[in-house]
């Protein structure tokens, strides 16, 4: 059974499941789906669009599914899926998606603290750290088990690899390869993220290779791709080494220096 303020307001044509609270003064829009056993403490606003799973913590003031700050979005039927196990603190907005993509996802077990935004049509992993007031902007990828500290600007379409930290106060307008550190002013390479790896179950030798991975590829006399071909031909291309390769040939906006 549900618990639900009798000062909140729940649009008939809203789907929830069961076990929910839903605390004074929340607003739950129409085209919306709760999943069960979600917390909405008091002062949550789910706009039109979400899609929001199973156990997550909302705090007050977070506003989720809202209108894209997009000029180009013209009042199309798009969506905001967020999964399951998220604590959403106060004052978050996450935006729905635009017809580029149609929907902003947020995954599972993420923290996302205070004041911080996610634009439309983002993507963010699982087991995320996302800081207080760092803000996300359009069709921007956060892959799984990032860690971005507070006040980070990210530009749009930028794509965060796994396993990351971000300095506080960063701006970034490249790409941020997994496994690495990014700090200082302007952003760029600042060692692999070693205590983040040792803590997730990484052992030394698989750290190693990464680190000799990015000593070829920060360190190279050449072009990133014949760094990348160097690192083909002088190294055991192990999982992680190869998700290094793809995502740096993949890269649109080019990665930090």
């Given at each position: 059974?549900?618990?639900?303020?009798?000062?909140?307001?729940?649009?008939?044509?809203?789907?929830?499941?069961?076990?929910?609270?839903?605390?004074?003064?929340?607003?739950?829009?129409?085209?919306?789906?709760?999943?069960?056993?979600?917390?909405?403490?008091?002062?949550?606003?789910?706009?039109?669009?979400?899609?929001?799973?199973?156990?997550?913590?909302?705090?007050?003031?977070?506003?989720?599914?809202?209108?894209?700050?997009?000029?180009?979005?013209?009042?199309?039927?798009?969506?905001?899926?967020?999964?399951?196990?998220?604590?959403?603190?106060?004052?978050?907005?996450?935006?729905?998606?635009?017809?580029?993509?149609?929907?902003?996802?947020?995954?599972?077990?993420?923290?996302?603290?205070?004041?911080?935004?996610?634009?439309?049509?983002?993507v963010i992993?699982?087991?995320?750290?996302?800081?207080?007031?760092?803000?996300?902007?359009?069709?921007?990828?956060?892959?799984?088990?990032?860690?971005i500290s507070?006040?980070?600007?990210?530009?749009?379409?930028?794509?965060?690899?796994?396993?990351?930290?971000?300095?506080?106060?960063?701006?970034?307008?490249?790409?941020?390869?997994?496994?690495?550190?990014?700090?200082?002013?302007?952003?760029?390479?600042?060692?692999?993220?070693?205590?983040?790896?040792?803590?997730?179950?990484?052992?030394?030798?698989?750290?190693?290779?990464?680190?000799?991975?990015?000593?070829?590829?920060?360190?190279?006399?050449?072009?990133?791709?014949?760094?990348?071909?160097?690192?083909?031909?002088?190294?055991?291309?192990?999982?992680?080494?190869?998700?290094?390769?793809?995502?740096?040939?993949?890269?649109?906006?080019?990665?930090?220096?």
């Amino acid at each position: 059974m549900n618990q639900i303020s009798p000062l909140a307001f729940v649009h008939p044509e809203a789907k929830l499941g069961d076990n929910n609270i839903i605390g004074p003064f929340c607003y739950i829009d129409r085209n919306t789906i709760l999943g069960d056993g979600n917390i909405l403490q008091n002062s949550v606003t789910i706009n039109y669009g979400a899609r929001i799973g199973n156990n997550n913590e909302i705090m007050p003031g977070a506003s989720l599914s809202t209108k894209p700050q997009d000029l180009k979005f013209k009042g199309e039927d798009s969506i905001c899926e967020i999964g399951d196990g998220n604590s959403i603190r106060e004052n978050v907005t996450i935006s729905r998606g635009t017809a580029s993509k149609g929907t902003t996802i947020v995954g599972n077990n993420n923290l996302l603290m205070e004041n911080m935004h996610i634009a439309h049509d983002c993507v963010i992993g699982n087991e995320c750290i996302i800081g207080n007031s760092t803000k996300l902007a359009g069709e921007v990828i956060i892959e799984d088990r990032a860690i971005i500290s507070a006040t980070v600007l990210v530009h749009q379409f930028c794509h965060v690899g796994s396993y990351v930290m971000v300095q506080g106060g960063s701006r970034t307008s490249m790409d941020i390869p997994p496994f690495i550190i990014a700090g200082k002013e302007p952003i760029r390479y600042a060692g692999v993220n070693i205590i983040g790896l040792r803590r997730r179950g990484f052992s030394n030798e698989t750290i190693e290779l990464i680190h000799n991975a990015y000593r070829i590829l920060y360190n190279f006399t050449g072009t990133r791709a014949e760094a990348i071909e160097e690192i083909r031909r002088t190294m055991t291309i192990t999982p992680e080494i190869q998700y290094i390769i793809d995502f740096v040939e993949a890269s649109q906006r080019g990665i930090i220096k």
